[in-house]
């Protein structure tokens, strides 16, 4: 039982650690690989879908505006392999994420990692699946 | 002793749905397959022949037919026709079919599983399907009834699929293929002329190697052979529902100019 324990936990935390996510497609031709934003605000819709799961997220802005924001995920089926479910996230959470910027520069970023506002990571998703 | 007797009898009756409780400590799927496939002899059905079942990931290119399949940088190239190679220059990742959910061809693989299936009959298999999750759902069937090709198929994504056994390696032949699909996601092309020749074999239980002739007189000056393998899923992995036409959001508002019917970019 604890050699399982240790096995997961060390899996969770390779499998979090590497966030690179398994797409129906090359990430490289949507999102500038060269341009990283990090997002920060309450999630206002989660989208368990494929290709791919979705959050949209309000972020605010220095102007007092928001803007919001969609976060592409892995797909459904990876992010199930890995343990996540519908219920990882709930609307009105906060979260942080990490990702690529769209080339068109609209508000549309593709996950490097999610984060809750006490550092568990969720909805990774590994592109060896 | 009775009471013991039906008390382990209930604990063991019960372990297969506790390790499939949602919620429990059993490693998810991915975590499971960092272990490797599983080892053990080759399954056979009760007449002997190699029993292919089960759920598979892998056993085909994904990035790089050339380098997945075991090619030296440059080997491919070399083969390619003029026409190939400017038709191959003119696309990039953007262009692919699978972006807009359409399906990979043979022998492409996805990072999702397939599953095959051999029809239960009271004589040998007449049928071998190859139900793919990803990337969008869709069947591969092969006849092993021993009927011909047609003699000119309608083009089609996945051909037309006969299978034979030689010992034991399923060894399927295709033709009829549509040119639409792409070897991988540099773009590598073919022609309405493609024939492969997969031979698939069960070198244990957790592994399938799938070695593929690829024939096409309109794209390559001579037939090559590629190698890839094929590893099978932890016992509970089951293909999932994957409906990528539900939220393709490819490129519409992420690539300016792109368009989602066609594929193309307006410059």
């Known amino acids: 039982m604890r050699l399982l324990i240790a096995l997961v936990l060390g899996c969770v935390i390779v499998l979090c650690g590497s966030q690179s996510l398994v797409a129906h497609h090359s990430i490289a031709g949507e999102f500038d690989v060269t341009k990283t934003v990090t997002l920060k605000g309450k999630v206002t819709k989660i989208e368990w879908t494929n290709p791919h799961a979705r959050i949209y997220i309000d972020v605010a802005q220095p102007n007092g505006t928001v803007v919001n924001w969609n976060v592409e995920l892995a797909a459904v089926s990876a992010l199930a392999r890995n343990g996540w479910t519908r219920n990882a996230l709930k609307i009105g959470d906060t979260v942080t994420v990490d990702g690529l910027h769209a080339r068109s520069g609209a508000p549309i970023a593709n996950a490097r990692s999610v984060v809750l506002p006490d550092g568990r990571k969720v909805l990774s998703g590994t592109a060896d699946q | ?267």
């Open chain 2, 1 to 267: 002793m009775k009471a013991h007797l039906v008390i382990v009898v209930l604990v063991v009756a019960t372990l297969p749905l506790l390790a499939q409780k949602p919620g429990s400590d059993q490693p998810s799927i991915s975590t499971q397959r960092l272990k490797g496939p599983p080892s053990g002899p080759v399954p056979r059905l009760p007449d002997g022949t190699v029993d292919l079942s089960g759920v598979w990931v892998g056993g085909g290119p994904i990035n790089d037919i050339e380098r997945e399949g075991g090619l030296k940088p440059g080997e491919l190239d070399a083969l390619m026709l003029p026409s190939a190679k400017a038709l191959m220059a003119t696309r990039d990742v953007t262009m692919e079919p699978h972006n807009r959910c359409l399906p990979m061809g043979v022998p492409r693989t996805t990072p999702f599983p397939f599953r095959i299936v051999q029809t239960p009959t009271h004589k040998a298999a007449t049928h071998i399907f190859i139900l793919q999750e990803g990337n969008i759902h869709s069947y591969r069937q092969v006849f092993l009834d021993g009927r011909k090709h047609p003699p000119d198929p309608d083009p089609t994504w996945y051909g037309h699929s006969i299978g034979s056994w030689e010992k034991d390696t399923l060894v399927i032949d295709t033709v009829g293929y549509n040119d639409k699909f792409w070897f991988d996601r540099r773009g590598t092309p073919h022609t309405e002329q493609l024939h492969t020749i997969e031979r698939w074999t069960r070198l244990d239980l957790g592994r399938m190697e799938n070695k593929v002739t690829i024939d096409d007189p309109g794209a390559f000056t001579k037939p090559f052979t590629v190698t890839f393998m094929a590893t099978l899923s932890p016992p509970g992995d089951e293909l999932m529902e994957y409906i990528c036409q539900e939220n393709n959001q490819y490129g519409v508002h992420t690539i300016p100019g792109f368009n989602p019917l066609t594929g193309e970019t307006q410059k």
